[in-house]
């Protein structure tokens, strides 16, 4: 039944989208001129393996962004304290880099700004080094209960506020954005929870659409200054209780209003996992640039890729034009999504069953974007 579903929508996807016949890339790119995946960086031991499946993968099937979670996977020079053990050196960077610029793929590094400092137990290197940049101290992660739990500890955020965040946090941002020679910079801002908090000395009586909007701002003017565009995952900017997208992939805890407080040029990824919520036309007809974002399941990523030509087509040019495609998102680590990724290819995966899985769906929107590959 699957296969016959998916079939019936890549016939689909066929007549709405031309580029899914066999078509120059010039065709694909004016249907749906943003293809991309977002995944975490390699480890230096899986950057060959990273690379063939770049080249093998991605770009015979006309991705054209590359956007690489790598946090402190680098081996920052400005500021050595930040780097993980065995971090990326600028020569792994420039493989990437060299690779990516031979097929024409966009590369964005991002680094998680704002929230998703720690996860569970474990804080992460920026608070671990600075625990005087953390937002609410008296919470500590070595006491995390699994979700939900009392404090409302999911993951932890730095204090936009700290007069001195942002000399630690752009240095390395820079560097990064220096080493892979990019135009863009994705800072995440997603599931933001902790924020203006009431032991914050300097945050807990600012309106928090207006702290986020804040350190939005202050990111992207300073990426401007060296022409690199900012791009941020949605869902602080999107009412969770009107919506009813809840409080994960849209916001509770009043950080939407910020939608019209932040300069229109940052790219929005309009991530939705459940359904494919069509909040995409929300932020275009705002005035933003945005590209929807799916994860594991592959009807869901190809209604979504369906949906953004749809929408395309029947918009005004002005908002078609912002309408600018699809992202892959995985969240697991490279490495462990690769090796499942090449299971499914080699047949070896086929016995199983699962309705969710994140390999399966990549595979589902390659075969999307090549036609050659889904025959
Ligand atoms: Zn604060």
Redesign the pocket.
């Known amino acids: 039944m699957k296969h016959c579903s998916f079939l019936l929508l890549t016939v689909s996807l066929m007549m709405l989208f031309p580029s899914f016949c066999p078509a120059a890339e010039e065709e694909a790119a004016e249907s749906l001129p943003v293809r991309g995946l977002a995944i975490e960086a390699p480890k230096p031991g899986g950057l060959d393996r990273f690379l063939t499946f770049v080249e093998e993968e991605l770009a015979p099937a006309h991705f054209n962004l590359l956007i690489l979670r790598v946090d402190w996977n680098y081996a920052f020079e400005s500021h050595p304290e930040l780097r993980d053990p065995n971090p990326l050196t600028r020569e792994d960077v420039g493989k990437i880099v060299a690779v990516c610029r031979k097929h024409g793929i966009r590369v964005v590094p991002q680094i998680n700004l704002l929230g998703h400092q720690s996860w569970a137990e474990q804080t992460y290197a920026l608070l671990r080094e600075y625990p005087q940049f953390d ?1 609410n101290p008296s919470v500590k992660t070595a006491n995390y209960k699994p979700w939900p739990n009392p404090e409302g500890l999911y993951c932890k955020s730095y ?4 007069p001195g965040v942002h000399d630690v946090v752009f240095a390395v941002v820079d560097e990064l954005c220096d080493a892979f020679e990019s135009d863009g910079f994705h800072a995440g801002m997603d599931e933001v929870f902790y924020l203006g ?1 009431a032991e ?1 000395p ?2 807990h009586d600012h309106d928090k659409a207006e702290l986020f909007a804040g350190e939005v701002t202050l990111i992207r003017d300073h990426l401007a200054e060296k022409g690199r565009q900012l791009m941020i995952w949605g869902d602080r900017l999107l009412d969770g209780r009107t919506t009813g997208l809840g409080e994960w992939e849209a916001s509770y805890n009043d950080t939407w209003p910020a939608i019209d407080m932040i300069p229109k040029d940052v790219f929005i990824c309009d991530w939705h996992y459940e359904r494919a919520d069509l909040t995409g036309v929300y932020f275009a007809t705002k005035g933003f640039n945005v590209a929807s974002c799916g994860y594991r399941n592959p009807d869901l990523c190809l209604q979504q890729i369906s949906d953004m030509v749809r929408f395309r087509k029947q918009s005004a040019p002005e908002t078609a034009a912002r309408l600018q495609g699809y992202i892959h998102t995985i969240w697991s680590d490279a490495n462990s999504f690769l090796n499942r990724y090449y299971t499914l290819k080699s047949g070896n995966d086929e016995g199983t069953s699962r309705p969710r899985d994140d390999a399966r769906a990549l595979q589902a929107v390659i075969a999307a974007f090549s036609p050659s590959a889904s025959q």
């Open positions: 937002e204090c936009p506020l700290h908090e914050c300097r945050c």
